[in-house]
């Protein structure tokens, strides 16, 4: 398979084709979406962190992947029916372990802010927060606080909505952007023909999707492929020896070893 789409290879510490994604951060290990979480992946060498983002009841871009807030705060109700200063309000950590108590919800501000100069950054846009528009939406204002934030160049954008991804290339076209495959959306059509026809630059899918014709598809194509969300080491090491770009995980400590090792038996045998 040919190279990673360039985004996907900031800050790679051992210089390969092989990106560590840490999904919602080294989530584990650590309460999913918040600080502690990406500070962890970035302790356990990870190239990029994945997150989720949604709006809150004043337009703000809050990093959270439920719709309703219940299972990661000890709050009830949605999201969107909050206000960001009600959100911050609310314990993010308990809910995983005591020692997390009063872990925040963070902005995607304040992630982007942490993150810069350490690793780059996956931010996935829930379909909950996607709406008709063009403009004013989540995407244009995900667009601006990543510029505002100084990590133009070291931000990919992914939807499982096709409007979101659309969306984002139609009002900045050199967005980098990941197609998340979801079957009722594109149906049997191939990666390549997803691709073309959204003009997004990366393909990200579930592993079960990944199948022979799939792999002949992105091979030929030369398409930066993802696949989500691999946490044990017998799965990781197939994917890896298949050929794809990346692998998003919950533990990224764990694929950083099954890398470096792959890395290590293939070097040894072009020695022999």
């Not at 000890?74 to 029916?81: E, L, N």
């Not at 499982?160 to 594109?186: C, S």
């Not at 696949?227 to 990224?252: C, E, H």
């Amino acid at each position: 398979m040919g190279k990673p789409y360039h985004l996907f290879k900031y800050h790679c510490q051992d210089g390969d084709d092989f990106t560590v994604i840490a999904h919602r951060g080294a989530s584990a290990y650590y309460p999913e979406n918040t600080i502690p979480s990406f500070e962890g992946a970035i302790e356990m060498g990870a190239d990029m962190v994945e997150l989720d983002v949604q709006l809150t009841s004043d337009k703000e871009v809050v990093v959270f992947h439920d719709e309703k807030i219940s299972r990661c705060t000890d709050g009830r109700g949605r999201i969107a029916d909050y206000t960001l200063a009600s959100l911050k309000k609310l314990d993010a950590g308990s809910w995983f372990d005591k020692d997390f108590k009063n872990a925040r919800i963070p902005a995607l501000a304040e992630v982007l802010k942490f993150c810069k100069d350490k690793i780059a950054v996956n931010i996935e846009i829930k379909t909950e927060a996607v709406n008709k528009m063009f403009f004013g939406g989540i995407e244009e204002k995900c667009l601006k606080i990543v510029e505002q934030s100084g990590m133009n160049g070291h931000v990919v954008f992914s939807s499982f909505d096709p409007r979101a991804i659309m969306h984002l290339k139609q009002i900045d076209n050199t967005a980098a952007v990941a197609v998340l495959f979801e079957k009722k959306h594109y149906g049997s059509k191939l990666p390549s023909d997803i691709m073309e026809s959204l003009g997004t630059d990366a393909f990200n899918c579930s592993g079960s999707y990944f199948k022979k014709k799939w792999l002949a598809d992105v091979e030929l194509n030369n398409i930066p492929v993802n696949i989500y969300t691999v946490n044990d080491a017998r799965n990781m090491k197939r994917f890896i020896n298949m050929g794809v770009s990346g692998i998003f995980t919950n533990n990224p400590d764990i694929l950083k070893r099954v890398a470096a090792d792959i890395k290590q038996m293939q070097k040894s045998e072009s020695q022999e």
